[in-house]
């Protein structure tokens, strides 16, 4: 009875037309609101990187190194005044070096029974905050074992440039955790093996990396001693499209890896237009309610 009476009244005030309008208006904003969130969805999986065991809003930068100033003894090295200024920077939120292995390393790669390939190798470290972790990211000098984190680019040129040539046969991802690798570390008057196992692949992080723990016990134990300043930086950013990062770069002749800030800028703006289109989508389902009004 209540419900009639209120039809009744809506009835004397509300004419056909403005229902019309006002259903019309509140289905175009709806629609807007749920194409534009839907739109934002598919597309925000391009600009996620995969990479589960790495922070995604990070920079990797070197300084830039021209043929004259190679030649004049010119310096590629970060200063601790160098490292205090990006860090005092409103864009960043935190910033690390890359530490360096200061001995020598024999990587030893099985594939099979038949087929061993020994090559020098390098290591880098960066702190753990920067990398998700998981139970296999550490080291015990006890039970040594190494893991690592390496470039996806290292495996394509084992596959398609190294096993072509040789005969060897080829490893997958899946299988590279599973592929016996053994380190040979020199240095200080000692030399040991230990263990190593893949336990991913990185697209951007152009480098072998192992666990910060192991870098520290190593260097102490097989380098010299001596403190090497980093040649790269990590840099966890607010928004890797931040204009002002990269003006803050060509300042300071500092050159960013990849295209990082370059798809940070296309993220940055794809949400500021998504953000737009949804607000007005927002005012005119808001709107629609003031047809009623009329």
């Known amino acids: 009875m209540k419900k009639g009476l209120m ?24 629609t807007i609101v749920i194409l534009a ?16 065991f790495i922070s995604k809003d990070y920079l990797i930068i070197s300084r830039n190194l021209t043929s004259a ?52 190798f390098f290591f880098e470290s960066i702190p753990n905050e920067f990398i998700d972790v998981d139970p296999s990211w550490k080291f015990d000098p006890a039970n040594p074992t190494v893991p690592v984190i390496m470039s996806r680019d ?3 040129l084992y596959n398609f440039g190294f096993a072509a040539a040789q005969g060897m046969p080829k490893i997958s991802e899946g299988e590279a955790s599973s592929v016996p690798l053994m380190f040979n570390l020199s240095g200080n008057g000692f030399r040991d093996d230990v263990r190593g196992r893949i336990v991913g692949f990185s697209n951007r992080l152009n480098t072998i990396i192992v666990p910060e723990e192991f870098m520290t016990w190593a260097n102490k134990k097989y380098g010299q001693g001596g403190a090497l300043k980093p040649l790269r930086l990590i840099i966890e950013v607010n928004r890797p499209g931040d204009p002002k990062i990269q003006q803050y770069m060509d300042e300071h002749n500092y050159n960013i890896a990849g295209d990082k800030t370059n798809s940070g800028k296309t993220y940055y703006f794809l949400t500021v237009i998504v953000s737009i289109v949804v607000i007005v989508g927002v005012l005119i389902s808001l709107l629609s309610f003031f047809v009623l009004m009329l």
């Open 7 to 30: 039809w009744k009244l809506l009835r004397q005030h509300i004419s056909k037309m403005q229902l019309v309008g006002f259903s019309v208006a509140n289905l175009v904003g709806l």
């Open 37 to 52: 969130v839907q739109f934002y969805s598919d597309v925000l999986p391009v600009f996620n990187d995969q990479e589960s």
């Open 69 to 120: 100033g190679a030649l004049m003894g010119g310096t590629s090295e970060f200063s601790d005044n160098d490292i205090a200024d990006i860090k005092a920077q409103p864009w960043c939120r935190k910033v690390a070096p890359f530490v360096n292995s200061e001995f020598g390393i024999t990587a030893s790669i099985g594939v099979d029974a038949t087929h061993a390939m020994r090559t020098q």
């Open 154 to 156: 290292y495996l394509s």
